[in-house]
């Protein structure tokens, strides 16, 4: 397992859709992002869980956790229209292209995907609107 490459893979996969004005692995505060760099994209490693220690010759297998934070300014709009397509961008970069065959980062993992709750601020940050979206990999 090579944990760079991992976090490089998803990052490039999820800072993929168009639109995204900034794009970067190291995590900023949405008070230290202008308006004219939104729409934004961060990237953090989180936790890292070794789900089964190797044996027999077997390589150890990690759960490996990321956030993706997505920052957009609404200008006064319903939060929902500006966030959303871009939420739906992200999201469908880890659906299967086939049935049965999960997004593997180009083999790095054995699977990666959004697992657990996107968080929204919901209109409650002013003009600025803020999705957390959790991803977890499965990797050996």
């Known amino acids: 397992m090579n944990r760079e490459n991992i976090y490089a893979a998803l990052f490039t ?3 993929s ?7 970067s692995r190291k995590l900023l ?3 230290d992002v202008g308006p004219g760099e939104m729409p934004a994209l961060f990237q953090a490693q989180g936790n890292e869980t070794l789900v089964k220690p190797a044996a027999n010759g077997l390589p150890s297998v990690w759960m490996l956790e990321a956030t993706l934070y997505l ?11 500006v966030l959303n397509p871009l939420l739906d961008a ?3 970069k880890f659906d299967a292209n086939v049935i049965g065959v999960p997004q593997t980062l180009g083999g ?12 929204t601020s919901e209109g409650t940050l002013g003009d600025t609107e803020v999705a957390l979206i959790p991803v ?4 050996s």
Do not use: C, D, F
């Open 13 to 15: 996969l999820a800072s």
């Open 17 to 23: 859709p168009p639109g995204l004005v900034t794009k």
């Open 29 to 31: 505060h949405w008070n």
């Open 71 to 81: 920052y957009v300014r609404t200008e006064g709009q319903s939060p929902g229209p």
């Open 90 to 92: 992200i999201t469908a």
């Open 108 to 119: 790095l993992v054995q699977w990666a995907r959004i697992e657990g709750t996107i968080e």
């Open 136 to 139: 977890r990999m499965l990797a």
